[in-house]
């Protein structure tokens, strides 16, 4: 069943899902669209319903409320509101939905508050009723950014929250407050409000919605959040949920009534940016384009091309020139939207790169930057960052506390997208030069692999008064392909078992364990409680043995732990004895405890932008990734292992508490889900006692850091894009890596006679000897090349020196060069059949026709030109013939 099923579905008992008490008491009736056919609640006769596409926008230049309000002071007056009524007023949360293993960014304000438990939705309220401004992210829309006046790829969705509980409400109480908001607080006339009966689906929960309008602009969209599950496998929610939401953009908009949302959000930033840019805009031409614009859905009619002719036909202008005194305005509001976007993510945790969500944000960066080159705009990404920071003081300062970091890591993308322009300007003209056209697939490929924008193409294309389309769903596709959720099948069922007691939680010393079988499946013993770590969070599973048998890998599914053994010699109900093995244990413990230190340490050391991107506790060796935007340098590397040996030299207390997950998110923050997002209710919170770290994680950890002993970083490197490796040992195993390095140091000096501090200054003056020598070397040899052409000269025949030598295939260049140079065609090849030809200026002979003869009568192949050519043959050549 699909949506539209639904709504049909819904509609065969219309009143009992969407029919409100504020319908029947403010005189609302229920009519169908003559247009579309939608049903829709309005005061008074009109039939056509007010969607955008069948009621174009009637509030540009003429807006329907009582006042006029800028962003944060919208924001303001509608939290004013919802409090009053009873709300609680929740800050943001992050726009890296880490809690959400399935989404990268938060996408609507009701994802703040689910969370995934056993594959299933749970809504998880901190407060009933709520009010919060959700900075959303969403990256569908890019092409038409800047274009339609409306889209974003990030805004606020307000969102109205309750439980329909005692404490909470339902439909009727949460219509009667969107009323209210909307008719007394912005002082919109009931006339003037309509409401839409939609439903909406999503993220395993669905319900019917009343969408509510103003003059053909959507404000909200209350969704009563009914059933749990798919459409066609639900059940009703024990308590139902409302999930409305708001665009706080939308609202600002209708209270201003300009041209486009951009003007009313961005305000003075648009104002300032289209000064500073030089350029005379005819606003006059563009509040006109604006109004028909506005009602433009890029989504349904995706050719803008031919919509802009279309309305350039409209306005008794050409395509061309509209599109010169348009385009530079519309590349503003671009920007400004995009650099926005950049500071909420990149504050919040994430970094453009070339994966993942880092993938959306590298595009708008890129697409940005060449809008500014496009238009020689003089402004930097840097400068509209921090006037969107100062501009967004008021409702968010952490983001002006973040700038400077911000600003750091726009300059590194700056840099790199330099030398993509550069290289771009050689790549198109290639392209064109072989009259290649530019497919979408031709433009995926050049973003793919060398991160060149459409609209730089186009730009270069230009130049070259050649005129490129962008397909409108370029973006689109782009990030789409980018968007994976992975999700591994386990080899492991674990239906119908009892979860198994994990004795490692209640005391991690314990290594012995009298057990029973509770079931053979899968390859794999099932007990009612075990020792045995299973392998999770970055730890790999312990090592030891059941009954003596060794036990190669232990897994963990739905609470049911499997141990997959050497030989499957067990039956049911069959008591065992367990033991697991206490070096491997207290190895993979010390490196688990120093992960998080070192975590703590890199973001110390290098900005609150660090994340942990992965990890890998092994007994020998481990590994941390982190978010980073560019290579480590090494005094970096060396203080991140200082601050973490201090930490460690501070015996600070390991604290581990089993906590509810929304008081551990509320008391900590989200930086707890650095391993990623922790299914469940109760969470295990691991913390470093004195600030250091707080961590959801599973693993099994030292009671205090003195216990991890010496950490040592073995190695640092980046492994992808925005994600740095570091490789460490701790305790013993730092302590063996240590001496062996040391062994190699003590070798090393013996054998060059020297102490170990003067390797250094040894090595030194060997490398300029050795490089002295080989120099000597060189010259040596083209002297042995001169007087060995000298001696073959004489054996020219028809102006041609024809001989196989015996020396190698550097000297067989040479001399042949050297022949060369004399006038005369040299044809030489050597024991290791290396052939080569050289011949010189204004001979008639080619160097590569004549080595061709060669392969012809002794196999093999080559390259070269005219004047010199070499290969190699499959056989031997011999010249007496
Ligand atoms: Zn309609
Ligand atoms: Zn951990």
Known sequence: MGKKELIQKFQKDHDKYWKVELFEREGYTRKQCKKCGKFFWSVGSND???????????????????????????????????????????????????????????????????????????????????????????????????????????????????????????????IDLDFELVNSVFGIPKEEIAFVEDAWVGYGAFGFSLEYYVRGLELGNAVFTQFLGEMDSYREMDEKIIDMGAGLERFTWITQGTPTSYDAVFGPIIEKMRKDS????????????????????????????????????????????????????????????????????????????????????????????????????????????????????????????????????????????????????????????????????????????????????????????????????????????HITVKEEKSPFDATGLPETRAVYYEDAEKLELDSTVIAIRNGAVVLDATIFYPEGGGQVADLGTINGVKVLDVQKVAGVIFHRVEKLDFSEGQRVYIHVDGETRKALMRHHSATHILNYACRKVLGNHVWQAGAKKEKERAHLDITHYEKLLPEQTKQIELVANRIVLEDRKIKITNMDRSEAEKEYGFTIYQGGASPGRLIRIVEIEGGVDVEACGGLHLPSTGKVGMIKIITEERIQDGVSRIEFVAGEAALNYIQKEAEVLREASEKLKVSPEQLVSTEERFFSEWKERGKKLGELEERIAELEAEKLLPEAKGGIVRKVLNVDVKLLEKIALCISERDVTAVLANQNNDVVAATFENSELDASKLLSQLYSKFGGAGGGSKRFARGRTKEKVSFSS
């Not at 600003?407 to 840099?415: A, F, H, N, R, S």
Request: aromatic share 10%; with cysteine.
């Open 278 to 481: 030089g350029i005379e805009f005819d606003m006059e031409l563009f509040n006109k384009y604006a109004k028909i614009s506005g009602s433009l859905d890029m989504d349904v009619s995706s050719d803008i091309g031919s919509m802009k002719k279309g309305i350039a036909k409209s306005l008794g202008i050409t395509a061309d020139e509209l599109e010169s005194k348009i385009a530079p305005l519309e590349a503003i509001y671009a920007i400004c939207d995009h650099a926005r976007t950049l500071a909420y993510a990149i504050n919040d945790g994430a970094l453009p790169s070339n994966t993942g969500g880092g993938y959306n944000l590298r595009v708008v960066l890129r697409r940005a930057l060449s809008f500014l080159e496009q238009y020689a705009f003089p402004f930097r990404i840097s400068d509209i960052l921090e006037l969107n920071c100062k501009e967004l003081k008021p409702l968010f300062p952490e983001l002006l506390e973040n700038l400077p970091q911000m600003q750091k890591i726009i300059d590194v993308e700056e840099k790199r997208y330099d030398a993509t322009v550069k290289i771009s300007r050689r790549i198109v003209a290639d392209i064109l030069g072989e009259g290649k056209k530019f497919s979408s697939n031709e433009l995926a490929k050049l973003y793919e692999s060398q991160g060149i924008t459409p609209e730089l193409i186009q730009k270069v294309a230009r130049e070259g008064k050649v005129n490129i389309q962008i397909p409108s769903d370029f973006y689109d596709s782009l990030t789409k392909n």
């Open 48 to 174: 056509i319903c007010p969607d955008a596409t069948c009621t174009s926008y009637g509030f540009i230049g003429n807006p329907p409320t009582s006042k006029r309000f800028n962003y944060a002071d919208t924001w303001k007056e509608i939290d004013k509101f919802f409090v009053s009524k009873g709300h609680a007023s929740v800050r943001r949360y992050p726009v890296v939905s880490r809690w959400r293993p399935d989404l990268f960014f938060t996408v609507a304000s009701i994802i703040d508050f689910q969370r995934i438990e056993k594959g299933q939705v749970a809504f998880e309220l901190p407060a009933n009723p709520l009010i919060i401004p959700q900075v959303c992210m969403r990256f569908s829309d890019i092409p038409n950014i800047g274009v339609t006046g409306r889209h974003y790829s990030s805004f606020v969705m307000v969102g109205q929250h309750a439980i329909a509980n005692e404490k909470g409400y339902w439909k009727d109480k949460c």
